[in-house]
């Protein structure tokens, strides 16, 4: 039997990882993590300089050659296989101008390990901001929207159900308060992802003189991970991101849902604006809200894309591992980016949409929805219990066998009352119509929480304040990285000016 020849192994890159893996990778690169690689290059540098690590002089070759790079080049740049990423591909290009030996000592006390947990914590604080920033404009509307129908009856729905008379202010403010609670938790999710992880190399730091403060100044953060196998390691300042995103997508697409159902005819709640509608190619009356669908969908996305990252952090190692790198990042942040989509564009309907409060109001009025109060009425009035009372409106709520009139609920009442109230304790005709009004339903309403002005009132006022607060956090954090952007470049001139000897 002839010899034959062994196929020969190919070389890194295989073709197939390199067109499965690599080119995607390089190209996400790219888009996302450019601008804070950077910066971390600068910051590093700086730092190594500022240590003693790395001589002045050559950290300033080093310097000027990431002031050179053409970044426009860098973009536009495709992967060839001569480099492993897009790390190794500015490795290149820096030690292109300051030479192999001295470009080398950049990577000093680092690994690409810490510099991607860097980079991914400076991109997910970017998301969460700009996540707030899309919650804010959508609680700015609604709070304009709940002070002018603080007053505008309409009916409350349990069970899909009319249940109660409220105000369309009152149901506002209860998704108000969610967006408040989804702020807190971007806040707090902000607080644990904005920490410094350079400094932890591959897993257990450095014997280098490293000053991981430094880096965090320079950087934007506003403290340490501490631990540096937790800094490598840990994934849960993802997930907790994840889960506070999917949290406001879920709460969302709820609204979403509600005014999807008010804008149908049947309802008649809610009109959208012309710039808003789509028409049918076929029946010209037709003015589908097709918003409100998306918005609902890019919800729905980006909740099912936030749960799919922590499914895929499920029983992963606790080390490095590309399960929480490379492929998934970007995953993130889509879901992020969906989300945010999906928030700008529900405020944006918002900022032109119509109620129909006459509408809401009549319904109000309807169902039998006041009867609640006219049980409470019988027990503030003649001292019988709440039981007893609730089954005598019961009974009349029956025999209407749901058509209901107020004035025959009340003939009912006057008919059945005796029979289980004394003579001295009875009550008028007059206050039991009244006790059916729906207006008189929300106006005595007043505990904390409630739909009566004296409730309402100063609650969305107080939302108003919050809203100012939430507002002055951003811009202080915001504030804070533009600072430190601004550090980094003064301390990077300072130092050259001092190679340079001016």
Same mark, same amino acid.
């Given at each position: 039997?002839?010899?034959?020849?062994?196929?020969?192994?190919?070389?890194?890159?295989?073709p197939?990882?390199?067109?499965t893996?690599?080119?995607?990778?390089f190209?996400?690169a790219?888009?996302?993590?450019?601008?804070?690689?950077?910066?971390?290059?600068?910051?590093?540098?700086?730092?190594?300089?500022?240590?003693?690590?790395?001589?002045? *002089?050559?950290a300033?070759?080093?310097?000027?050659a990431?002031?050179? &790079?053409?970044?426009d080049?860098?973009?536009?740049?495709?992967?060839d296989?001569t480099?492993?990423?897009?790390?190794?591909?500015?490795?290149?290009?820096?030690a292109?101008?300051? =030479?192999e030996?001295?470009?080398?000592?950049?990577?000093t006390?680092?690994s690409r390990?810490?510099?991607?947990?860097?980079?991914?914590?400076?991109?997910?604080?970017?998301?969460?901001?700009?996540t707030l920033?899309?919650?804010?404009h959508?609680?700015?509307?609604?709070?304009e929207? @709940?002070?002018?129908h603080?007053?505008?009856?309409?009916?409350?729905?349990?069970?899909?159900?009319?249940?109660?008379?409220t105000?369309?202010?009152?149901?506002?403010? @209860?998704?108000?308060?969610?967006?408040?609670r989804?702020?807190?938790? !971007?806040?707090?999710a902000?607080?644990?992802?904005n920490?410094?992880? /350079?400094? @932890?190399?591959?897993?257990?730091?450095?014997?280098?003189? !490293?000053d991981?403060?430094?880096?965090?100044?320079?950087?934007?953060?506003a =403290?340490l991970?501490?631990? $540096?196998?937790?800094a490598?390691a840990?994934?849960?300042?993802?997930?907790?991101?994840?889960?506070v995103?999917?949290?406001?997508?879920?709460?969302?697409?709820?609204?979403?849902?509600?005014? &999807?159902?008010?804008?149908?005819v049947e309802?008649?709640?809610?009109?959208?604006?012309? @710039?808003?509608?789509?028409?049918?190619?076929?029946?010209?009356?037709?003015?589908?809200?097709?918003?409100?669908?998306?918005?609902?969908?890019?919800?729905?996305?980006? /909740?099912?894309?936030?749960? $799919?990252?922590?499914?895929?952090?499920?029983?992963?190692?606790f080390?490095?591992?590309?399960?929480?790198?490379?492929? /998934?990042?970007?995953l993130?942040?889509?879901a992020?980016?969906?989300?945010?989509?999906?928030?700008?564009l529900?405020? =944006?309907?918002?900022?032109?949409?119509?109620? %129909?409060?006459?509408?809401?109001?009549? +319904?109000?009025?309807?169902?039998?929805?006041?009867?609640?109060?006219? *049980?409470?009425?019988?027990?503030r009035?003649?001292?019988?219990?709440? %039981?007893?009372?609730?089954?005598?409106v019961s #009974? #009349?709520?029956?025999?209407?066998?749901?058509?209901?009139d107020?004035? +025959?609920?009340?003939?009912?009442?006057?008919?059945?009352?005796?029979?289980?109230?004394? =003579?001295?304790?009875?009550? $008028?005709?007059?206050?039991?119509?009244?006790s059916?009004s729906?207006?008189?339903?929300?106006?005595?309403?007043?505990?904390?929480?409630?739909?009566?002005?004296?409730?309402?009132?100063?609650?969305?006022?107080?939302?108003?304040?919050?809203?100012? !607060?939430?507002?002055?956090?951003?811009?202080?954090e915001?504030?804070?990285?533009?600072?430190?952007?601004t550090?980094?470049?003064?301390?990077?001139?300072a130092?050259?000016r001092?190679?340079?000897?001016?």
């Open positions: 039997m002839p010899n034959l020849p062994i196929k020969g192994k190919s070389v890194f890159p295989a197939i990882y390199r067109d893996v690599l080119v995607q990778v190209a996400d790219k888009r996302y993590f450019l601008e804070p690689l950077l910066e971390i290059e600068y910051a590093h540098t700086l730092m190594l300089a500022r240590q003693g690590i790395m001589p002045e *002089a050559e300033a070759l080093c310097l000027r990431l002031d050179q &790079l053409d970044i080049e860098v973009r536009s740049a495709q992967y296989g480099f492993e990423d897009l790390f190794f591909y500015l490795e290149k290009k820096i292109a101008v300051c =030479g030996e001295v470009a080398g000592k950049m990577h006390a680092r390990n810490d510099i991607d947990l860097t980079m991914y914590r400076m991109v997910l604080r970017e998301w969460l901001t700009q920033v899309a919650t804010l959508l609680r700015r509307r609604l709070v929207l @709940a002070w002018e603080r007053a505008s009856l309409m009916p409350a729905y349990t069970h899909n159900q009319p249940a109660q008379p105000t369309l202010g009152h149901y506002l403010m @209860a998704y108000i308060e969610i967006l408040e989804d702020a807190e938790r !971007i806040q707090a902000y607080a644990r992802v920490r410094n992880p /350079l400094g @932890a190399c591959a897993i257990t730091t450095t014997g280098f003189p !490293i991981r403060h430094y880096t965090e100044r320079l950087l934007g953060f =403290g991970q501490v631990n $540096s196998y937790g490598i840990a994934v849960d300042y993802l997930a907790e991101s994840c889960f995103l999917a949290g406001t997508m879920l709460s969302l697409g709820r609204f979403a849902q509600d005014l &999807l159902l008010w804008s149908t309802f008649g709640y809610l009109r959208l604006s012309d @710039a808003y509608v789509q028409i049918s190619s076929i029946m010209p009356q037709k003015r589908n809200p097709v918003p409100l669908e998306h918005v609902r969908i890019l919800a729905s996305r980006a /909740l099912m894309q936030a749960q $799919s990252v922590v499914g895929c952090l499920h029983n992963t190692p080390a490095d591992m590309n399960d929480a790198e490379d492929e /998934l990042q970007p993130v942040y889509t992020f980016e969906d989300g945010e989509r999906s928030l700008r529900l405020a =944006g309907v918002l900022d032109e949409v119509k109620f %129909h409060t006459e509408r809401m109001a009549v +319904a109000a009025d309807e169902n039998f929805l006041p009867v609640t109060e006219l *049980a409470d009425t019988l027990v009035s003649t001292g019988i219990s709440f %039981h007893a009372a609730h089954a005598v #009974a #009349a709520v029956k025999e209407l066998e749901g058509n209901y107020a004035e +025959a609920i009340a003939e009912i009442i006057v008919r059945e009352l005796p029979s289980i109230v004394e =003579g001295t304790r009875m009550i $008028s005709r007059e206050t039991i119509r009244t059916l729906a207006q008189n339903f929300v106006a005595v309403r007043q505990v904390a929480g409630g739909p009566a002005s004296e409730a309402l009132d100063p609650e969305i006022l107080r939302a108003r304040e919050q809203l100012l !607060i939430d507002e002055r956090w951003l811009f202080d915001e504030n804070h990285r533009r600072n430190a952007r550090m980094m470049r003064e301390e990077s001139d130092l050259l001092r190679v340079d000897g001016r």
